[in-house]
């Protein structure tokens, strides 16, 4: 049967938990339904106000500035929430494959001589330094995305991208909140506050203006009463949030940095003074998306940014496990050490298929600056390997013994 051949766009192989719309040229979040239910909390009490605020100016003239501008702040806060959901945060592409080790990390023991051979791109440092204004700031490596993540980036778990400027996941839009959307996420809440606080002092307003008085007219005007309780609910949630991403715009932190670094305990290398932040924040220029989610993908993937990653696990077929066990291969250029030949391969396999099943990421015990977790399914073939090292120098030496003692013994030699 012929293969399908039909080109693919990037969009439709993206390993990431994003939902694409209008051909990979909208990028929302896996939780993207949330922007329905934020859009009506938004556009439903709002609506509400313009259409009672329209009845009150068919009578009074004084109404009518009052709905143009209930009616603008409501479509500039829709607007912000869809740019806001809609775009690219700033993903960081994915590598098809993890970058080279550093020679300083290679080993020169016969059991990781081995492991090197069948897959040298496990052994990578876990963190890595790099200069950001004068400040030494450590980077991590990312299994997930097979890179170091640059400054300030971090992966998300629930959009599973890495992220520049990582800020925090908001489940409101349904989006993580990064580099590129940052500006419009906090023109959004902004929006959101200044709106629910106008809404709720005309409503104020439209009481005080009835003839009655306002404790009569609260039993006659049931929506203004009922937008008065909404707004007052609200704008503690909204404007308390506005004021916090406010001081972390004059600080040039991030909601993740804020609460994990704590930087008024010490020096934030990114703060450049409060009117560099506040310009570098809100009005310098956005940088591009560096992916290109309509580009065409070849059909071997060879070209994929983030669209395809190789797994990480030896793939030993049944034949070479069985030359494995009895010393021989077919490839003339590998040399399997003697101490590996009575490794017992058999529960090996069964537990890389589990790991298989799972995320595929490396295992935390190859890297060298940060220990392993406790990991029931972690007695891979690289760490039975590495396990051994101090049974190989015990192995060798009892061989050395033995053979020194053979040849004394009877005048032969090597």
Known sequence: MAQNTTPKRLYQVWNGNNRFVCGGRLIFGPDAGSVFLSTFLIAGPALAFCISTYIKSRHDSWWIPVLAVGASLTVLDLLF??????????????????PEPDEAYEVINPSME????????LRLPRTRDVLVNGHV??????DTCLLYRPPRASHCSICNNCVQ????????VGQCIGTRN??????????????????????????????????KAMGHDVLSDILIVY????????????VFHFYLICSNQTTYENFRYRYDKKDNPYNIGFFGNLREILISRIAPSRNDFRAIVTSDGSILPGSMIPSLAVDISRKEKIDIEIGTGT??????????????YDYVEDNLKNKESGEGRISGALFDDEEEPENPLKNTIF???????????????????????HRGGKGTSF
């Open 81 to 98: 929430l869809f740019l806001t959901s809609s775009r690219d945060p700033g993903i960081v592409p994915r590598n098809a494959k993890p």
């Open 114 to 121: 081995w492991i090197n051979g069948r897959a040298s791109h």
């Open 137 to 142: 700031i450590k980077v991590k490596f990312c």
């Open 165 to 172: 400027r990582f800020d925090h996941h908001c489940p409101w």
């Open 182 to 215: 940052y500006r419009f996420f906090y023109m959004f809440i902004l929006t959101s506050s200044i709106l629910c606080l106008y809404v709720h002092v005309f409503s104020w307003v439209a009481l005080a203006r009835h003839k009655t008085g306002i404790l």
């Open 231 to 242: 707004c007052f609910i609200a704008i503690w949630f909204v404007g308390g949030l506005t």
């Open 331 to 344: 490839d003339s250029d590998f040399s399997l050490p003697k101490i590996l030949r009575d490794l017992d």
């Open 383 to 405: 760490d039975d390997v590495i396990n051994l090292d101090r049974k190989i120098d015990i192995r060798f030496s009892s061989e050395r013994g033995e053979s020194e003692s």
